[in-house]
Structures are given as structure tokens and as C-alpha cells.
């Protein structure tokens, strides 16, 4: 029987003479997953070859004509015919359009766009027009075929239109001009047939094709903004780095000067984030429109729309004057605990400054991670464009065969095309029915959730790697020498050797949480329109409880990796132990560890806030000084955004060296508490100003 008095949470660590930090005899761990990792990475290699073998990125390139030709294709026919254009844009207007992603008319590879407006009938009777027209029509045309058997064979198209290429494709020109709609010059054609057409109705045959032109001209608008700044937003990015290296070189001398600077420096930025707002919330009192609400004028495909009305300035400054009282409030209530914080990031500094190549470890964790990340991008486009090439009826009467799928090598004589006179076998998409494009969505999964295991196993390796380097400082009884000469590196061979199976357990249970709730995103996508209120609320609460145990999941896994390369035990045994420790200490954790992560985030904030303000008067060209010197832009707030995210991402990833020494030394100085009492035989390796804040101390040696 079990005592009656036996801890809740398990017995608190007790004092082992031969204990001298990282283990450095150890087997190894989770030898099962290991294999099972290895294995799974393997058929990741041999599901890359299988896509690059089938895929094509072309068809993701390049736009594909009705024979499923490749428009504008390097070494082919069409490589001078980069263009896509479209016999009779009006059938683009068919709901269908935007199921099947394909126009239902005859589709053409051309080396320009029509520039002037023509019918067929009129470009018959003159052989320099008719020439011209020829670049419009198909290779089986004959000059001497009558123009009703051209019209009946759908060989041309009936009419020309004045047309401009947008993402290689031919759209009609189309203008307002006192109030009417106009294609070039003109509101009104004839298209061979009898049929007058009106460039109005070429409104809705363009409908479908112009909600995607108006996204597709604002992604070129911003890669064109791209190719102007990117030199400028590369010198943000290095601010930041200098910026986030010179606070750690600080930090390591004047840690709680320097906190408080950070505090600071925050609430100032933040303030005055709040003035500007406010400057621009009254500079637009009394501008015309400027008092239209968000919700009156829609969704805007220029976002600087929004910045010229009032409302969004005064969003803008509630929700900086809330954040700003947040921190205030805290810095109020947790005052007495940042002290603790301060000696924490101070002793985290000295174990940095004995290893300054933890600094730049990060690189090489993001190193991976671009490996990672390009290997799945493109495994993925090559998987999405492994299909084949299938054709389909498209007709404009009725017709049994309609949508069925067809070979245009013999469909002219084919029994569906006597039967549907006017229907064409044209391209439709790519699919497949073989046994590898039936599987093809289970690949894509399997892409996916490999991704999600090997990015969260890189991200894994550099934890462990950094905790092991951490906590053999800290377990040295002299820091110069029983610290080891290359502790990252050590430390990330000891990973890699004997550990590399927990590694892949401990990811594999993240990845699976992931997986699921990317499965519940594409769930409640697929059924927004069809899902009754139970089944939303459902939903919610799935996407929340996952959301939270991610969360939990990767506060378990970060614990359980520093008692890993600590003590060498297996994943499961390590996230007892290390839950164990923290909840014999909940409110150490929850006051001195949180706390510490909050000034950690204050620092990334002050690092993007000082890149974002210098980014946005600099771009936004609001200092007459930097006028001549800014690129001329589209949208100024592309380079302030990409910089911003930039800057955010570099600063987290040096503070993030921080943050994993912080929780490293905290996991080790609780396990100090439990093993040493202070006393002669087994004092505290915790440094002094860590005793004098907790009230510990050593007991001196009376031999000494």
C-alpha cells in the first residue's frame, strides 16, 4: 500500500554526489519512434520523386489553350505566343465558369492581344484585314472556306475586340465614356451572325474574369512595389538585427538598466503611435467622405482607401491606447516580480556571453526550416500538377453529351459531334484515373503532415540543443572550466545521437494536433454554407479546445526537451518529471517565468516598433528629407509591412536564444532548491543574486 502522506506531485528531487549536470554517459531514447521517424522521412523522399517524375509546373506557369498547349512555352511552336485569348469572352459569364475554372469557349495561344475592333464578315472582304485576322483563329483555317463554314467549324471567332493582356491573358479594353460603356471607341458590333452586340453586355461576360483581374493587378502592383524597395527593406532588416544584437550586448551588462529601458522605450512608442493617430484622426475632420464608417464602404481591393477616413484612425488609436493601458496595469501589479525577471535575464546574459555562438544558432535552425518549407512547396506544386490533361464537351444548345469527357484528336468525327453540331471538345482541367491520381489527396496529406512533423522537429532539435548548452553552464561548479569549449555543438551531437527518437515523438504528438486542426479549418470551410448553429458552435469549441492543447503541447514538449538533455531519459519520462517539478513550483512558474517572457516580448515590440516608425515616415514620404531619396511606390505600406514582419521575425529569433536560456536556468534552479540545501556538502549552484532575491545562501565551510 502506498503511503498516505506521498506528494501529489510526485517526491522532489534529492541530492546525488555524482550528479554534475548534462549526463554525459547516456543511451539512447525512444529507439521506436527513431526508426519510425526515419522510415516516414524516407517514403517523404520517395512521395518528392514520385510527384517530380508526374508533376509539371508549367501548367501553374504558363496559361493552357483549348488543346492543353502551353502559351508562350520556352522550345515549343507557341513560345512566341505568350498570350491566351478567348474566341467569345460573353460565355465567360456562365456560373459554371467559376466551378470549373474554364471559360466554355475555343481558347487560343496568340502573340498579341486584338487592337482594333473587327467582325469576321467585314475582314473576309479584305485580304490585308483578313490577314490580320488569321492570327485569331485556328491552323485548320483555309482562305478559300466560305465565312458561314468558318462561323459553322468554329474556326475564327465572329468579332475582334479591342483587348489588353492582363496575367497573360486577352481582356476586352473595356472604358466609360459620357456614362456608357465602351470597348476602344466603340459601344455597339455586329457579329457576323446578325446579332448586334453591346459592349454593356460584355459586362457580365468579363464579370467573372474581372473580380480576378482586380486581385491579380494588386498582386503585380505589389511586386512591382517589391522590386523598388527591396534594397530599402533589406536595410530595415539589418537595422533590426544591429538593433536586436546591440540590446543583447547590452543586456548582458546593464540587464536591469536595460529592462527598464525596454519598458520604457515601449510604452513610448505605443504613446505615440497614439498621438499620430489622433493627429490624423482630426487632420481628416471636415475632408470629404472622410466621416464614411468601415462597414459603409465595403471590401476595397486598395487598402489605402481605409486610411482616409476617420473611423480607421480612431480603431486605430482605441486599440493602441488599450494595449497601452494593459501594460501599464501589469507593470503596476508585477513590479516587485520583475526584480526576479531582471536577475534571471541577468544570469541568462553570463551564460550567452560563455557561449556567444548560441546567438547565431538560430541561423542554422532557420537554415532548416527554409529547407523544410521549400521541400514541401515544392513537392506540393509538383503533386497539384501531376494530373493529366482532360477535355470535355462544351456546346451552347442542348446536348445529351454535354460535359462528358472526349479526345479532340478525332472528335470532328467522332458520334458526339455529329449529334451536338455546335459543340466543341475542349480543355477543362487536369485529373487523372489512374491509381496514382486516385491516391493524389492522400499524398497531398501526407506532404502536409510531413511538413508539420519535420518542422517541428527542427524546431525541437534547436531547443535541446540550446538547453544542453545551457544548463552545463549552470551546472558548473566553476564557470571557466567545466564549462565545455564548443557546449552548442556538444550539446547538439548528444541530441542528434541519443535523442533523436524523443525528438520525433515529442513532434509527432504537435504534428497530429496541428493536422487536426488544419482538418478543422478545411471542415469549416467546406460547410460555412451548409453548417446549422449547433454545428458552428461545435466547430468553435473543436478549433478552441485545440487551439488551447497546442498550446499545452508545446509548453510540455519545450519542458520535457531541457530535462532530456539533462538527464537522458526517454520523451514520456522526461515530460513527467519536468510537469512534475513545475507543479511543485506553480507560482514561481506562473510569476517569474511568465513574467520573464513578457519582458522578452517588450523587447521584440521595441525592436519592431522602432523599424516600423523609421520604415513608415520613410516610405510614406511624410519627412521632406527622405522625398527624393524614397522609391516612388503603389502602396507604401507593403515595404513598412514587410519590414515590420521582417524585423519581428529577426528579433524573435534572438530573443528566442533568450527565452530558452531563461526557462533552461529556471527548470535547473528549481531542481537546485529540491537537491542542495545550502549546506557545506551540497550548496546551491545558483548565482548570488538569485539566492539574495529568494532568501537562500550558503552555508560557509567552517574548515574554509
Same mark, same amino acid.
Given at each position: 500500500?502506498?503511503?498516505?502522506?506521498?506528494?501529489?506531485?510526485?517526491?522532489?528531487?534529492?541530492?546525488?554526489?555524482?550528479?554534475?549536470?548534462?549526463?554525459?554517459?547516456?543511451?539512447?531514447?525512444?529507439?521506436?519512434?527513431?526508426?519510425?521517424?526515419?522510415?516516414?522521412?524516407?517514403?517523404?523522399?520517395?512521395?518528392?520523386?514520385?510527384?517530380?517524375?508526374?508533376?509539371?509546373?508549367?501548367?501553374?506557369?504558363?496559361?493552357?489553350?483549348?488543346?492543353?498547349?502551353?502559351?508562350?512555352?520556352?522550345?515549343?511552336?507557341?513560345?512566341?505566343?505568350?498570350?491566351?485569348?478567348?474566341?467569345?469572352?460573353?460565355?465567360?459569364?456562365?456560373?459554371?465558369?467559376?466551378?470549373?475554372?474554364?471559360?466554355?469557349?475555343?481558347?487560343?495561344?496568340?502573340?498579341?492581344?486584338?487592337?482594333?475592333?473587327?467582325?469576321?464578315?467585314?475582314?473576309?472582304?479584305?485580304?490585308?484585314?483578313?490577314?490580320?485576322?488569321?492570327?485569331?483563329?485556328?491552323?485548320?483555317?483555309?482562305?478559300?472556306?466560305?465565312?458561314?463554314?468558318?462561323?459553322?467549324?468554329?474556326?475564327?471567332?465572329?468579332?475582334?475586340?479591342?483587348?489588353?493582356?492582363?496575367?497573360?491573358?486577352?481582356?476586352?479594353?473595356?472604358?466609360?465614356?459620357?456614362?456608357?460603356?465602351?470597348?476602344?471607341?466603340?459601344?455597339?458590333?455586329?457579329?457576323?451572325?446578325?446579332?448586334?452586340?453591346?459592349?454593356?453586355?460584355?459586362?457580365?461576360?468579363?464579370?467573372?474574369?474581372?473580380?480576378?483581374?482586380?486581385?491579380?493587378?494588386?498582386?503585380?502592383?505589389?511586386?512591382?512595389?517589391?522590386?523598388?524597395?527591396?534594397?530599402?527593406?533589406?536595410?530595415?532588416?539589418?537595422?533590426?538585427?544591429?538593433?536586436?544584437?546591440?540590446?543583447?550586448?547590452? !543586456?548582458?551588462? +546593464? #540587464?536591469?538598466?536595460?529592462?527598464? /529601458? @525596454?519598458?520604457? =522605450?515601449?510604452? &513610448?512608442?505605443?504613446?505615440?503611435? *497614439?498621438?499620430?493617430?489622433?493627429?490624423?484622426?482630426?487632420?481628416?475632420?471636415?475632408?470629404?467622405?472622410?466621416?464614411?464608417?468601415?462597414?459603409?464602404?465595403?471590401?476595397?481591393?486598395?487598402?489605402?482607401?481605409?486610411?482616409?477616413?476617420?473611423?480607421?484612425?480612431?480603431?486605430? !488609436?482605441?486599440? +493602441? #491606447?488599450?494595449?497601452?493601458?494593459? /501594460? @501599464?496595469?501589469? =507593470?503596476?501589479? &508585477?513590479?516587485?516580480?520583475?526584480? *526576479?525577471?531582471?536577475?534571471?535575464?541577468?544570469?541568462?546574459?553570463?551564460?550567452?556571453?560563455?557561449?556567444?555562438?548560441?546567438?547565431?544558432?538560430?541561423?542554422?535552425?532557420?537554415?532548416?526550416?527554409?529547407?523544410?518549407?521549400?521541400?514541401?512547396?515544392?513537392?506540393?506544386?509538383?503533386?497539384?500538377?501531376?494530373?493529366?490533361?482532360?477535355?470535355?464537351?462544351?456546346?451552347?444548345?442542348?446536348?445529351?453529351?454535354?460535359?462528358?469527357?472526349?479526345?479532340?484528336?478525332?472528335?470532328?468525327?467522332?458520334?458526339?459531334?455529329?449529334?451536338?453540331?455546335?459543340?466543341?471538345?475542349?480543355?477543362?482541367?487536369?485529373?487523372?484515373?489512374?491509381?496514382?491520381?486516385?491516391?493524389?489527396?492522400?499524398?497531398?496529406?501526407?506532404?502536409?503532415?510531413?511538413?508539420?512533423?519535420?518542422?517541428?522537429?527542427?524546431?525541437?532539435?534547436?531547443?535541446?540543443?540550446?538547453?544542453?548548452?545551457?544548463?552545463?553552464?549552470?551546472?558548473?561548479?566553476?564557470?571557466?572550466?567545466?564549462?565545455?569549449?564548443?557546449?552548442?555543438?556538444?550539446?547538439?551531437?548528444?541530441?542528434?545521437?541519443?535523442?533523436?527518437?524523443?525528438?520525433?515523438?515529442?513532434?509527432?504528438?504537435?504534428?497530429?494536433?496541428?493536422?487536426?486542426?488544419?482538418?478543422?479549418?478545411?471542415?469549416?470551410?467546406?460547410?460555412?454554407?451548409?453548417?446549422?448553429?449547433?454545428?458552428?458552435?461545435?466547430?468553435?469549441?473543436?478549433?478552441?479546445?485545440?487551439?488551447?492543447?497546442?498550446?499545452?503541447?508545446?509548453?510540455?514538449?519545450?519542458?520535457?526537451?531541457?530535462?532530456?538533455?539533462?538527464?537522458?531519459?526517454?520523451?514520456?519520462?522526461?515530460?513527467?518529471?519536468?510537469?512534475?517539478?513545475?507543479?511543485?513550483?506553480?507560482?514561481?512558474?506562473?510569476?517569474?517565468?511568465?513574467?520573464?517572457?513578457?519582458?522578452?516580448?517588450?523587447?521584440?515590440?521595441?525592436?519592431?516598433?522602432?523599424?516600423?516608425?523609421?520604415?513608415?515616415?520613410?516610405?510614406?514620404?511624410?519627412?521632406?528629407?527622405?522625398?527624393?531619396?524614397?522609391?516612388?511606390?503603389?502602396?507604401?505600406?507593403?515595404?513598412?509591412?514587410?519590414?515590420?514582419?521582417?524585423?519581428?521575425?529577426?528579433?524573435?529569433?534572438?530573443?528566442?536564444?533568450?527565452?530558452?536560456?531563461?526557462?533552461?536556468?529556471?527548470?535547473?534552479?528549481?531542481?537546485?532548491?529540491?537537491?542542495?540545501?545550502?549546506?557545506?556538502?551540497?550548496?546551491?549552484?545558483?548565482?548570488?543574486?538569485?539566492?539574495?532575491?529568494?532568501?537562500?545562501?550558503?552555508?560557509?565551510?567552517?574548515?574554509?
Amino acid at each position: 500500500m502506498e503511503p498516505a502522506d506521498k506528494p501529489k506531485y510526485g517526491q522532489p528531487k534529492t541530492y546525488d554526489a555524482n550528479f554534475k549536470g548534462p549526463i554525459q554517459n547516456r543511451s539512447c531514447t525512444d529507439v521506436i519512434c527513431c526508426v519510425l521517424f526515419v522510415l516516414a522521412i524516407l517514403a517523404y523522399v520517395a512521395v518528392g520523386i514520385l510527384a517530380w517524375s508526374q508533376g509539371d509546373p508549367r501548367k501553374a506557369i504558363y496559361p493552357t489553350d483549348s488543346r492543353g498547349q502551353f502559351c508562350g512555352q520556352a522550345g515549343t511552336p507557341l513560345e512566341n505566343k505568350g498570350l491566351l485569348f478567348y474566341f467569345n469572352i460573353m460565355k465567360c459569364a456562365s456560373p459554371m465558369v467559376l466551378l470549373e475554372f474554364q471559360c466554355p469557349t475555343t481558347q487560343l495561344c496568340v502573340e498579341k492581344c486584338p487592337e482594333t475592333a473587327m467582325t469576321l464578315l467585314k475582314a473576309y472582304s479584305n485580304p490585308k484585314d483578313f490577314a490580320y485576322y488569321k492570327n485569331f483563329c485556328k491552323e485548320e483555317l483555309s482562305s478559300s472556306m466560305p465565312v458561314q463554314e468558318i462561323l459553322k467549324l468554329g474556326l475564327c471567332p465572329a468579332v475582334l475586340l479591342p483587348s489588353k493582356a492582363i496575367t497573360r491573358r486577352c481582356f476586352p479594353a473595356l472604358g466609360l465614356k459620357g456614362g456608357v460603356v465602351t470597348v476602344g471607341n466603340q459601344t455597339t458590333f455586329d457579329d457576323g451572325r446578325g446579332n448586334s452586340l453591346n459592349a454593356n453586355d460584355l459586362v457580365n461576360g468579363v464579370k467573372n474574369a474581372t473580380v480576378v483581374m482586380e486581385a491579380r493587378q494588386v498582386v503585380m502592383k505589389v511586386f512591382e512595389d517589391f522590386t523598388q524597395s527591396w534594397y530599402w527593406i533589406l536595410i530595415g532588416l539589418v537595422i533590426a538585427m544591429a538593433v536586436s544584437l546591440l540590446f543583447i550586448f547590452l !543586456m548582458r551588462f +546593464l #540587464a536591469g538598466i536595460m529592462v527598464w /529601458i @525596454i519598458i520604457a =522605450l515601449v510604452l &513610448l512608442v505605443i504613446g505615440y503611435g *497614439i498621438f499620430h493617430c489622433y493627429m490624423e484622426y482630426a487632420s481628416l475632420k471636415g475632408q470629404p467622405g472622410a466621416n464614411v464608417t468601415i462597414q459603409e464602404l465595403g471590401l476595397q481591393t486598395d487598402p489605402t482607401i481605409y486610411l482616409q477616413i476617420r473611423q480607421t484612425w480612431l480603431a486605430f !488609436m482605441i486599440i +493602441l #491606447a488599450i494595449v497601452e493601458g494593459v /501594460i @501599464i496595469l501589469m =507593470l503596476i501589479f &508585477l513590479r516587485k516580480r520583475i526584480l *526576479i525577471a531582471i536577475a534571471l535575464i541577468r544570469e541568462s546574459s553570463k551564460a550567452i556571453g560563455h557561449m556567444m555562438s548560441s546567438l547565431f544558432y538560430p541561423l542554422f535552425t532557420f537554415l532548416l526550416l527554409v529547407i523544410v518549407v521549400a521541400y514541401w512547396a515544392v513537392t506540393a506544386v509538383f503533386l497539384s500538377t501531376s494530373n493529366q490533361a482532360i477535355y470535355k464537351v462544351f456546346n451552347e444548345s442542348e446536348c445529351t453529351y454535354s460535359r462528358n469527357n472526349c479526345d479532340p484528336a478525332n472528335y470532328s468525327t467522332s458520334l458526339m459531334k455529329q449529334q451536338c453540331r455546335d459543340s466543341e471538345c475542349l480543355f477543362a482541367f487536369y485529373g487523372g484515373e489512374t491509381v496514382y491520381h486516385k491516391y493524389l489527396i492522400a499524398l497531398q496529406f501526407y506532404n502536409v503532415f510531413l511538413f508539420f512533423w519535420c518542422a517541428n522537429f527542427v524546431t525541437a532539435l534547436g531547443q535541446m540543443t540550446l538547453a544542453g548548452a545551457f544548463a552545463s553552464y549552470y551546472w558548473a561548479s566553476d564557470k571557466t572550466k567545466d564549462v565545455p569549449k564548443l557546449p552548442v555543438f556538444s550539446s547538439m551531437g548528444r541530441a542528434l545521437r541519443y535523442h533523436t527518437g524523443s525528438l520525433a515523438f515529442g513532434s509527432l504528438i504537435l504534428s497530429i494536433v496541428q493536422i487536426i486542426r488544419v482538418l478543422l479549418e478545411y471542415l469549416d470551410h467546406k460547410l460555412k454554407g451548409a453548417q446549422n448553429k449547433c454545428t458552428k458552435f461545435l466547430l468553435c469549441c473543436l478549433k478552441c479546445c485545440f487551439w488551447c492543447l497546442e498550446k499545452f503541447v508545446k509548453f510540455l514538449n519545450r519542458n520535457a526537451y531541457i530535462m532530456v538533455a539533462i538527464h537522458g531519459r526517454n520523451f514520456c519520462a522526461s515530460a513527467r518529471d519536468a510537469f512534475m517539478l513545475l507543479m511543485r513550483n506553480i507560482i514561481r512558474v506562473a510569476v517569474v517565468d511568465k513574467v520573464t517572457d513578457f519582458l522578452l516580448f517588450l523587447g521584440k515590440l521595441l525592436v519592431v516598433g522602432l523599424v516600423g516608425v523609421f520604415a513608415f515616415f520613410f516610405f510614406s514620404g511624410r519627412v521632406k528629407a527622405f522625398e527624393n531619396t524614397a522609391p516612388h511606390l503603389h502602396y507604401y505600406w507593403v515595404p513598412i509591412l514587410t519590414a515590420v514582419i521582417g524585423s519581428y521575425l529577426i528579433a524573435h529569433g534572438f530573443f528566442s536564444v533568450y527565452a530558452m536560456c531563461v526557462d533552461t536556468l529556471f527548470l535547473c534552479f528549481l531542481e537546485d532548491l529540491e537537491r542542495n540545501d545550502g549546506s557545506p556538502e551540497r550548496p546551491y549552484l545558483m548565482p548570488e543574486s538569485l539566492r539574495k532575491i529568494l532568501k537562500k545562501k550558503n552555508k560557509t565551510d567552517p574548515a574554509q
